[in-house]
């Protein structure tokens, strides 16, 4: 019960995040006229696809081995995922704005009984003549101890493939 209990508060808190960061996109957008100081921008978050797969390559949550429902990744016991989206049987992360440069470190509770480690090497991106561009760059993703490729197709987000 407590466990739901924090979970509906984490998701709680989160939407209120997200309305607003877009509040204040939304106040401080600004014509050619005025440009904006972008230290002073909230941009929308930036986000990370991770897949699990067998070493078959078998994805373990289409299988149903594990439910997106109950999934939690969490960053300083935040909870940074959606739980429960159904993009292609990923787990979909958001890398907080509030990040650091170099290692950040994620809990994957994928159940009661199974805790993961993924760690983030995130370097600060300079602003270039946008105030909104992704503000980290991945420079290596660990899950478990084990270096991952980051995949970066051109018109979606970055993903991993863990193999399990």
Do not use: W
């Amino acid at each position: 019960m407590r466990n739901l209990l924090v979970k509906n508060h984490l998701k709680s808190m989160r939407i209120k995040l997200l309305l607003f960061t877009l509040s204040i996109m939304f106040f401080v957008s600004c014509d050619e006229n005025s440009r904006a100081d972008c230290a002073t921008v909230l941009c929308a978050a930036q986000s990370l696809s991770i897949e699990l797969v067998n070493a078959e390559g078998t994805n373990l949550i289409a299988n149903e081995t594990y439910s997106l429902e109950n999934i939690v990744v969490s960053k300083e016991d935040i909870q940074v995922n959606e739980s429960g989206n159904n993009m292609g049987q990923t787990i979909i992360i958001i890398i907080i704005i509030s990040g650091t440069e170099g290692d950040n470190v994620y809990q994957v509770v994928l159940n009661d009984s199974e805790t993961d480690t993924l760690v983030l090497d995130l370097q600060k991106n300079s602003p270039g003549s946008e105030c909104c561009s992704p503000p980290f760059t991945i420079k290596k993703a660990t899950y478990n101890g084990a270096e991952l490729e980051i995949i970066r197709p051109e018109s979606q987000m970055e993903k991993i493939v863990v193999v399990k």
